[in-house]
């Protein structure tokens, strides 16, 4: 089990795991689930690990090109986004009635904000794995890391100073900030022990997986938490308010 051979063998059964299970997933979605939308979800999440499967299987073939390889990388991120949303979709704070939270004068507006984050994470992450597959340098993902740290940042005060006491859209909120300050770090680990200890070793060493693979994970996880927070901002916070209050309003009788 040398070369890698013990990770990648370990890859494969918990992805064909992963698979089994979205598989059942979206079989019972359609089953049980009366929402068009979800079932359609369902399917979706279905098609996108069959993809996965085949991008997997061209990494192989092809012996590794960075390119399929980072398609690879990046299709699994939204696949863990997608069961994420459908989780949350499904949950009971999800089907309760919740009142929307009027703005007005933000701009960016909050659910605009949020979902800006949730791209620029999701380009971030495709700038790592292109990284890691060697198909670019370094700096574009430094690069991407500060842009990525200052919207994120941005998203999480405006959250927490005008929403800080609604529950659905300060935990995820300050659970991103967590995760956001722990990926700084995990970043900054991953890149001692790549480039800087032990330059293209002859086999994965532990450090360096152990690193890589938790920079990796926490990316995944800082991802699906904007994904919940654009769609909690965008579900709870009601950009329209104003406009709905001018057209609803009784228009003043016209005097001669």
Known sequence: MVGGVKYEHTHRMIAEFIG???????????RVEIRKWMRVLGWTALVAVVGQGVLGGLTVLNFLPWSISTAHATLAQMIFCIVIAMALFTSRSWLQDELPLPERGLAPSTPA????????????????????????KLLPHLVGACVVTAIVCWTIVRV?????SVAHLRKPAQLLLALLMAQLGLGFAAYLTRLQWLVDPPQPITGIVISTVSHVA???????????????????INVHAAEAAVHSAPRKAVTA
């Open 20 to 30: 089994l299970l979205i598989i059942v997933m979206a079989v019972w979605t359609q």
């Open 113 to 136: 904000l949020a979902a800006l984050a949730a791209c620029c994470v999701w380009v971030q992450l495709i700038l790592g794995a292109a990284f890691r597959h060697s198909g670019m």
């Open 160 to 164: 927490l100073t005008r929403y800080g």
């Open 218 to 236: 926490g990316g995944a996880l800082v991802l699906a938490t904007c994904v919940v927070l654009a769609i909690q901002t965008r579900r709870m």
